[in-house]
């Protein structure tokens, strides 16, 4: 299979003799891999589907715009579009090949969501489409994508996932989870690399129950759903009409998929009021959209936050965050105020 190749990094993180036109962002390093990803990388799953229509130049346009603000990690899934965001990924790095882009895919969702599923014979299958569509040799990061619970209590997952480094046919592997359980159940296998996990303004159970434990053990920590699917731009009314294709058309009650993926799992209207306060707490300067992302980058443990952005214009937005200045202690006694009255009861519950 070619392989794209990957370039040296230099002192700053990026290659050696790289594009300088580039903005640097800050990045932080996955422990137990040695790896390095950009403190506000790039969700993708809206250049698969799911998310209404978003065209193949527009979603090469996504990836530019967020490769030129500083973005050095780019997370995808097998089962995004059935691998249109990872040939999408692998189309637009094989034409810059200056850029040095940690590129985690996600396995698992293709197939019945029963626990037999996860072996050794299914995930080098899984694997070679992976490669494929991606164009590589080696994954660099391949996530369990939400799998069934007992999947991370079983040995065998984990050492036919060592297989797979072994095999040199992925770099790393971490997991994706719905709750905070499943999280330190991963946390506690030695070579996991990264928990992937809910984490937002709507979504604060993380910062006490998995954070600190990823931390002490090295485990890098993937914020994903950062604006609850959109709703911390505040941009949204009750009577906002997604297309019908869009899980938050089709997911609101968790019809196709976890009801977590979708809003958070917070409920529309309750949503949607408790956005509209958060936005009149973004300080001058702020987009709403910012707050929400720069809230998470500060929280010890997290490495990298995944925004996903269906246009070039919100990309560059939301790398942007990553260079805002610190938030005023009362903005954030504000968004914990917030939580606590209007959200944790919706969420703590279930994840
Ligand atoms: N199970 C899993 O492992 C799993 C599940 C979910 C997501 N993920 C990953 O996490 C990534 C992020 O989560 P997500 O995409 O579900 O949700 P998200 O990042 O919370 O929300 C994305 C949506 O927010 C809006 N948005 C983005 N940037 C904006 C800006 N600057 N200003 C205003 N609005 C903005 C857009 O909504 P509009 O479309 O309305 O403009 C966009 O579609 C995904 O792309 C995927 O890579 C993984």
């Given amino acids: ?46 250049l698969g589907a799911d998310w209404g229509d978003v065209d193949d130049k527009e979603a090469l346009a996504v990836l530019e715009a967020a490769a030129e603000s500083g973005v050095t990690f780019f997370d995808t899934a097998d089962v995004y579009g059935d691998g249109r965001s990872e040939q999408t ?48 040799d080696r994954v660099d990061l391949v996530q369990l994508h939400c799998p069934p619970t007992p999947v991370y209590s079983t040995d065998e997952v984990f050492d036919a996932l060592d297989t797979l480094v072994e095999e040199e046919r992925i770099a790393a592997y971490g997991v994706s989870v719905e709750t905070c359980a499943e999280a330190l159940t991963a946390i506690a296998r030695p070579n996991v690399a990264s928990v992937q996990i809910i984490l937002n303004p709507f979504r604060m159970k993380p910062l006490r129950e998995v954070l600190p434990a990823a931390r002490e053990a090295g485990v890098g920590i993937i914020a994903r759903v950062p604006l609850a699917s959109g709703l911390l731009s505040g941009k949204y009314t009750k009577d906002t009409v997604f297309a019908e294709n869009d899980h938050r058309t089709f997911n609101r009650h968790g019809e196709a998929f976890d009801q977590g993926e979708t809003f958070s799992g917070v409920d529309w209207a309750t949503g949607v009021e408790a956005a509209a306060e958060f936005a009149a707490l973004a300080p001058e300067g702020y987009t709403p959209a910012q707050l929400a992302l720069r809230w998470i980058v500060r929280q010890p443990g997290v490495t990298t936050v995944i925004p996903g952005a269906r246009s070039p214009e919100q990309a560059r937005a939301n790398a942007a965050a990553a260079r805002l200045p610190e938030l005023p202690d009362a903005t954030l006694t504000a968004i914990t105020d917030l939580y606590d009255r209007r959200i944790r009861e919706q969420v703590e519950n279930r994840w």
């Fill in 89 to 136: 990924i692998a189309s637009f790095l094989s034409g810059r090949p200056d850029l040095h882009v940690l590129v985690a895919t996600k396995m698992g969702r293709r197939v019945d969501q029963i626990p037999e599923n996860y072996v050794l014979d299914n995930f080098r299958a899984w694997n070679d489409r992976s490669r494929r569509n991606l164009g590589v």
């Fill in 1 to 46: 299979m070619s392989g794209r190749a990957r370039p040296a990094r230099g002192a700053t993180g990026r290659p050696a003799g790289a594009d300088d036109t580039l903005a640097v962002m800050e990045e932080r390093t996955f422990d137990r891999s040695g790896q390095h990803a950009s403190v506000i990388g790039l969700g993708t799953w809206q």
